[in-house]
Nanobody
Framework: QVQLIESGGGLVQTGGSLRLSCSAS????????MAWFRRVPGKEREFVAR????????AYGDSVKSRFTISRDNAKNTVYLEMNSLRPDDTAVYYC????????????WGQGTQVTVSS
């Protein structure tokens, strides 16, 4: 059973930084795509970043490019999201997700962690 557990959310001022962690367990994630999404109440879920576990190839949503960095630690089975230059519109619940590379949808999700950026 795949389990994804996020941590690291909190309250930060505009311009500050946070690092989110996603601890993954339940299987080997070789070949998986690991991603971060975020959701604000009343809005659609937004893609934030993705990393391919094996190759480390990354992709980012336009709104976070050059500010956020996704990475993974194979030994710890953990994916990170380093968030810098945070803005109030980054406020959201951030979710970790995982999918095999052959799938287009993400079947595995974490419970989410709240990030609040104050102005």
């Amino acid at each position: 059973q795949v389990q994804l557990i996020e941590s690291g959310g909190g309250l930060v001022q505009t311009g500050g930084s946070l690092r989110l962690s996603c601890s993954a367990s339940g299987r080997t994630f070789s070949g998986y795509r690991m991603a971060w999404f975020r959701r604000v109440p009343g809005k659609e879920r937004e893609f934030v970043a993705r990393i391919t576990w094996t190759t480390g190839i990354t992709a980012y949503g336009d709104s976070v490019k050059s500010r956020f960095t996704i990475s993974r630690d194979n030994a710890k089975n953990t994916v990170y999201l380093e968030m810098n230059s945070l803005r109030p519109d980054d406020t959201a619940v951030y979710y970790c997700a995982a999918r095999p590379s052959y799938m287009s949808d993400y079947p595995y999700w974490g419970q989410g962690t709240q990030v609040t950026v104050s102005s």
